[in-house]
């Protein structure tokens, strides 16, 4: 933040010189108009339109993308959030929108594409019976719609199709986003637009552009990094609210609930995933989302909550004794997690990895850590026991993209978490924090939430004591 560098590169190739017009504008112009149904802030639009930019400086070819359509899921609790690439691209958070980007230099193969234009936003139609349900949508036509969106071009989403059928006539690639075939074939919405765009332009060969966005989106602009300074001050707040309030017979979900109570009032507009307390043996498990379990003296409870803020997701996790102290065994497995974390912390800088061999790898320090430290019941070591990846990146998707065998580089928001999962003896721990890494070391945006199991056990014995206080005057 203070590091201006991540403002810079703000500049735009000459042919963008409509849409400079249009960011000069919306800098002007502080506040947008009141959206009742927006819930985030956004970046300023020469933000985007610089990743756009850059985006579009590495293709040979056009870049077909679809907004989600918000018919992705039938749950009647679902809330609209925006396909993330999309957002990375625009910070446009409505339904139904497409975005085309021609690729840079090249706006001449375009021909037919009136203006020389390089790239365009689709949005759906006016729809004044719809929005008595819904609310307001953007919608090409309307005042103001270049310096809300960022765009010097903004259409109608039915124009697409004949638009696609032109660039076809003149391109024999399109980039998009194809299905992820990890996620067992795709997401309906990829595999959707896909099959759309293989039948208007039936000759085009679709490649994917999924990793030069996914290469973008690791390095922070200072508006993602504050966003993720909010959403990790807002998880930190709600950790120490579950410091003060964890004791026995309380239920897992009941905790859960108070933290995201906490996010909400202080401005999260969501969970950036859901919410993980785990008490005794379900502190073991690393996804558990029952939350079903009464807490019970002499348990540890694991939890792995994060506020979302603007979209970007923070992901910390503090492993708490439920009756406010550690017993020996609890407290000897927590520093071994406590040691591994901190061997790893102070390792953090641009040139380290998460790989799980070699030299960089910050993953081999807090396993040979863990490894060294402890015994199980049968006196082997615990490596066995730290069963996942050490870290990850953050920001749009709490799991963001990144590569665990590329070198960190200044500007990637990263996770630190060791654990160790005892099933045989209900006892998970996990310490996980948030790492700004810059371009001397790292920034731990986490640091305010403690770690230390002394400071914690101080923090509940001293809610403990007042809520005995309370309960004595009776102002409980
Ligand atoms: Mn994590």
Redesign the pocket.
Known sequence: MRDARWWSGLSLNPSKAAIAAAIGLSIACVTPPARAQERRDREPNSVYADRRAKLAAQVDAPIVLFGFTGREESAQTYMFEQEENFYYLTGHNEEGAALLILPKGREDTAKGNQEGLTEILFLPPKNPQKERWNGVRMSPDEPGIHEKTGFAVVRLFPELRAEVEKLARSHSSFFTILPYEKELGGYPHEKEWTAWLAEVAPQVKLKDIRPQVSSLRQVKSAGEIAFLQRAVDLSVDSHLEAMRIMRPGLFEYQVASRMVEIHTMGGSEAEGYAPIVGAGFNSTVLHYDKLARKIEDGDVVLLDVGAQFSGYSA?ITRTLPANGKFTPRQREIYEIVLGAQNAALAAVKPGMDFCRKGDNSLYKIAYDYINSHGQDRNGQPLGQYFIHGLG?NIGLNVHDPGESCKPLVPGMVI?I?PGIYMPEENLGVRL?DDVLVTETGHKVLSERLPRDPEAIERIMAEAAKQRSRSRLTGDD
Do not use: G, S
């Open positions: 992901d990850h996770t978490e996980e």
